[in-house]
């Protein structure tokens, strides 16, 4: 009997459970779908949704018309670089902030929090001139450097988080056994703290992504990620929803297929530190 | 216990950090300090003088200026009320037996990694579209005019797009947090013949105190500087202009920049308030 | 090994250093994601076979993104582009404020007196010529012949604007989504407000008397206004104050409008059967009038200039001459059919029969390029140029906030008095601002 009650709850909780992510999903789908139809298609009325003659002439158009894998390129080095720098950077302050707090160690952590309030379209002049002035306009090094700034605050909290759960006996009992500072953190801390930096990087990773002011701005031809490529396809004239969805989908599918795969990776150390 | 040298130590090792972040603040902030005391125009030559408090008195007497506050803490709150109650009753139901929970979850998590640009483009363009949009076709479908989302209800649009974004990372911080929940302490609950709203209200809801906090600090940060959501779709008409936008247009579409960057410092400011707010909550509920 | 063949072998090595430094020179070409462009885009071939020594960069973006990112680089002298794709609206101030190099010296053959004079004036600086035009455009009408002639109405060569209204009531059928006239709406100084200041000038309204006073409290726009909100609003589609060009040339490819006021270029477009469900029925006229010697059609070139300060000057004036060449024309062409080149640029294009027998539309093209005048737009006298937009360095961001009222108008969140009322307190204020 109550066998028969729990599973009948269970049938309700997996009807209900993936009927509201196949809703929350949708989006995305309908944007692949589209991908694969011919322009007419995209807008046919009633809309279609599987039974349509699948083409995949738009990736064609889209490729031809720019070099995706150049776009690609640099957004995987943007992301990739700034965030690993973000870590060298962050590792030694979360260290110090976790394991020697201080009375200000709290305020400083919302302070740099705080510095990710500057509204970035206020202060684009000034970087800008800041860059003419350095020779960074169009490279990735000055996209690596204001990806690293912007997530750095972001790493540092997340990777204290990840730390301050780390029993601090461990660190003193390698202490008694001779270990210096440099060894504590290398081989003692760091691999208690592989799935928090796993998880820090990942979500890093994605922020530095799908970030498009700066990428957009400080970028020509050079150093464009896949946000800039996007740009040349919203409201080109006459129809584009097909075109617009393959440029859509080849624009998120890496950080999607990516997300997908390190899922378990992300979730486990998303807390913030919210959960003891 | 620390010691003198770990102390100093730790000092040396926050130093890149604190160091670097000093300076991604300081710099543009003193600019921009800077530009907002100048009459600064490029395309009628540059730097025109000084001129005191001339931006900052014109920019908050601007008729534009107190609706894009609104609009700004409307959309922020908007955000935050949907993706925090959505989330906790969706990282409820995602706790929940179930078959499949791992494909759910993957479902759910997508609009995460839409990068904003597509996901505005995708949703102005495929959805909201009056003529060709999915809903148009749904509203005419149950017999009724379809909507002109991004200009009859702009604002609950931007707010929709923006928490579609942010929904799959308020219910996986949450449900990490439901997660770590003693089963012993629900179970007990249930076994007691406590109602299930109850449970809710006395044993969940408390637990989560901590998650919500983080999820409403964070999501925050991101949302007072949202801009690629409301260039695409409206490009700041019909109510929809907040502060971030306001200041785009006073920078970018005018090229005033002086009035320009006295609106940053008062985003800047505004931030603050905000964020001096949140940390009043945060920080005591950050003390563990 | 002797002497010789060392020489010989240093010879060459520095023949191939040399060739090597020629073939840096690297054009990075800013341009914005039309239809001709991407065209262009996919022929530079043809430019880069014949100069290996260049090679080219793009930077293809959507309209709005372009222009923020031209101008926030041309200002604040940032040197990240050697071609700029621009318009008539900047060449004159950027060109003031000698920061683009002028073109007078491209080769003889490119013939720059072929160009359209209405065009090439709109170009010219003090007798400089700032920018080469890639297409330019005027305004006109575009509407169905069937759907017409269903309702028994004929368009004349010359409508005027009661005219329009009367025919736009007689082919709304809004049950089978067919909505008789598609304007734009979208907020925007190059969308709604392009079209409702030229607009406007054939209710006899301008944007400033004499005296740089602003003039929305005129009559004049007071009528402009209701008679374009009382047009949409009984017979435009839904939607309409988010509908930009794009937008309307979709729905009017779709077949769901009966007329539509828009740019002259759109009309290879909607006749070309690919794209379009309603190719076969297009008809043309002037954009309509009130009677008052005005029409309503404006006047746009998009153009390539090279920015002053660029790195690769020669080479991006090479570019330029072929883009904007007789022989470019007849590449598309011959690749494309004379019907997809770009128009209003040049007096032999409109001479070449070829040309005239493949587009219907040329003829109501040139006339309607020819009867703009950006130095008198309107029937009053002003104290600026330009037919839709006024050439002075505000405008791009007064006319969006200004379009921003009348699109909130339109989407009925307020009345036309608050809308006008509302421009005329921000105009003031933002020429208070600029020192007028």
């Known amino acids: 009997m109550a066998r028969a009650v729990k599973n009948k709850q269970k049938i309700i909780n997996t009807v209900a459970a993936w009927g509201i992510g196949l809703l929350i999903f949708f989006p995305v789908l309908w944007t692949i779908l589209t991908s694969f139809k011919t322009e007419a298609q995209a807008?046919?009325?009633?809309?279609?949704?599987?039974?349509?003659?699948?083409?995949?002439?738009n990736y064609a158009i889209v490729q031809e018309r720019s070099d995706y894998m150049r776009y690609l390129w640099n957004s995987v080095i943007i992301a990739g670089v700034s965030t690993l720098v973000g870590?060298?950077?962050?590792?030694?302050?979360?260290?110090?902030?976790?394991?020697?707090?201080?009375?200000?160690?709290?305020?400083?952590?919302?302070?740099?929090?705080s510095t990710k309030m500057l509204p970035a379209v206020g202060v684009l002049y000034p970087i800008y001139l800041i860059f003419i002035q350095l020779g960074l306009l169009d490279t990735r090094t000055g996209l690596v450097i204001v990806m690293m700034l912007i997530n750095l605050p972001i790493i540092v909290w997340m990777l204290y988080t990840y730390f301050r759960e780390i029993p601090g006996e461990i660190l003193e009992a390698a202490r008694m056994d001779g270990a210096s500072l440099r060894d504590e953190i290398l081989y003692v801390l760091t691999p208690m703290a592989v799935p928090g930096i796993a998880s820090t990087i990942l979500l890093n990773f994605i922020l530095a992504w799908n970030e498009a002011f700066w990428t957009l701005n400080l970028t020509a031809a050079k150093a464009g990620p896949l946000t800039a490529f996007i740009a040349s396809y919203s409201s080109p004239e006459g129809l584009f929803y097909a075109k617009l969805s393959a440029a859509s989908t080849m624009a998120i599918a890496p950080i999607l297929i990516l997300g997908w795969f390190s899922q378990k990776q992300l979730v486990r150390g998303l807390t913030f530190g919210a959960v003891k | 216990m620390a010691t003198l040298h770990a102390r100093s130590a730790a000092r040396l090792m926050m130093a890149p950090a604190v160091v670097l972040l000093l300076g991604w603040m300081l710099v543009p902030l003193v600019m921009t300090l800077y530009f907002s005391f100048k009459?600064?125009?490029?395309?009628?030559?540059?730097?025109?003088?000084?001129?005191?408090?001339d931006n900052y008195v014109r920019f908050v007497t601007s008729s534009s200026f107190w609706p894009s506050v609104q609009a700004t803490l409307i959309i922020v709150g908007g955000v935050l009320l949907i993706t925090v109650v959505l989330g906790v009753l969706l990282a409820l139901l995602l706790d929940q037996p179930m078959w499949g929970q791992g494909i759910v979850r993957i479902l759910v998590i997508a609009p995460f990694f839409v990068m904003p640009t597509v996901s505005a483009l995708v949703w102005k363009n495929m959805f909201m579209d009056p003529v060709n949009g999915l809903f148009a076709h749904l509203w005419k479908f149950f017999g009724l005019a379809p909507l002109e989302w991004l200009s009859q209800a702009s604002l609950f649009s931007i707010i929709l797009i923006v928490s579609w974004q942010w929904l799959p990372f308020a219910t996986l911080i949450l449900l990490t947090a439901i997660q770590s929940l003693d089963r012993e302490q629900l179970e007990a609950g249930e076994i007691d013949g406590a109602p299930p709203l109850a449970r809710f209200r006395h044993i969940i809801l408390p637990h989560l105190g901590q998650a919500i906090t983080i999820v409403i600090l964070i999501q925050t940060i991101f949302l007072l500087s949202i801009f690629a959501e409301i260039f695409v779709t409206t490009q700041g008409s019909f109510g929809t202009r907040t502060l971030t936008y306001l200041i785009f247009q006073r920078v970018l579409e005018s090229q005033n920049v002086g009035l320009g960057s006295a609106g940053g410092v008062y985003a800047i400011i505004l931030a603050n308030i905000v964020a001096l707010f949140l940390m009043r909550i945060v920080g005591k509920n950050l003390d563990t | 090994m002797n002497l010789k063949t060392t020489l010989c072998a240093a010879g060459a090595l520095a023949l191939v250093a040399t060739a090597g430094a020629n073939a840096a020179t690297t054009v990075t070409i800013a341009t914005v994601n039309n239809g001709d462009m991407i065209r262009m885009q996919g022929l530079t071939e043809d430019f880069t076979s014949s100069n290996p020594d260049i090679t080219?960069?793009?930077?293809?973006?959507?309209?709005?993104?372009?222009?923020?990112?031209?101008?926030?680089?041309?200002?604040?002298?940032?040197?990240?582009?050697?071609?700029?794709t621009i318009g008539t609206y900047e060449v004159p101030i950027w060109g003031n404020n000698g920061w683009l190099v002028s073109l007078n010296d491209l080769p003889a053959e490119w013939d720059a007196d072929d160009l359209l004079p209405a065009i090439r004036s709109g170009l010219t600086v003090e007798g400089d010529l700032y920018a080469a035009p890639f297409y330019g455009e005027s305004s006109m009408v575009m509407y169905r012949t069937d759907l017409m002639a269903k309702a028994g109405l004929e368009m004349p060569d010359a409508p005027t604007w009661d005219f329009i209204k009367q025919a736009a009531a007689a082919m709304t059928d809004r049950d089978n989504e067919m909505y008789g006239i598609c304007l734009r709406g979208k907020a925007g100084w190059g969308e709604n407000m392009a079209f409702l200041t030229a607009t406007s000038n054939s209710f006899g309204a301008r944007w400033f008397d004499e005296n740089w006073k602003p003039q929305f409290d005129s009559e004049a726009w007071a009528n402009t206004l209701n008679f374009y909100m009382d047009l949409m609003t009984s017979y435009g589609p839904p939607g309409a104050s988010t509908n930009g060009f794009n937008e309307n040339l979709s729905l009017f490819q779709q077949g769901k409008c009966g007329m539509w006021i828009d740019a002259t270029v759109a009309a290879s477009f909607v006749t070309n059967p690919k794209d379009s469900t309603v190719a076969d029925s297009v008809g043309f006229a002037l954009a309509p009038d009130n009677g008052l010697g005005k029409r309503g059609n404006w006047l746009w070139a998009w153009s390539l200039a090279v920015p002053a300060g660029s790195d690769a000057t020669d080479a991006a004036k090479k570019f330029i001459a072929w883009a904007t060449s007789k022989e470019y024309t007849a590449l598309v062409a011959s690749k494309e059919g004379w019907a997809n080149v770009p128009p209003g640029t040049r007096t032999s294009l409109y001479e070449n029969p070829a040309y005239l027998e493949a587009a219907p539309f040329a003829e109501m093209t040139l006339n309607s390029i020819n009867a703009a005048n950006p130095k008198q737009p309107t029937v009053d006298p002003v104290p600026y140029t330009g037919v839709q937009f006024v050439a002075i360095p505000e405008f791009a961001g007064l006319a969006t906030q200004v379009g921003q009222e009348f699109s909130a108008a339109l989407a009925g969140q307020q009345s036309v008095e608050q809308a006008l009322e509302k421009a005329q307190a921000l105009t003031a204020d933002e020429m208070e601002a600029a020192g007028y």
């Open chain 2, 39 to 53: 009459r600064y125009l490029p395309l009628r030559g540059g730097d025109l003088g000084w001129t005191g408090f």
């Open chain 1, 43 to 57: 807008i046919a009325d009633p809309p279609v949704f599987l039974f349509f003659d699948w083409t995949l002439e």
């Open chain 3, 56 to 84: 080219l960069e793009w930077v293809t973006l959507e309209e709005n993104v372009l222009r923020q990112r031209v101008t926030q680089d041309i200002a604040a002298k940032g040197g990240q582009f050697d071609v700029l």
């Open chain 1, 87 to 113: 870590i060298v950077v962050a590792v030694p302050a979360a260290w110090s902030m976790a394991f020697v707090p201080s009375k200000r160690t709290k305020d400083v952590l919302l302070w740099m929090l």
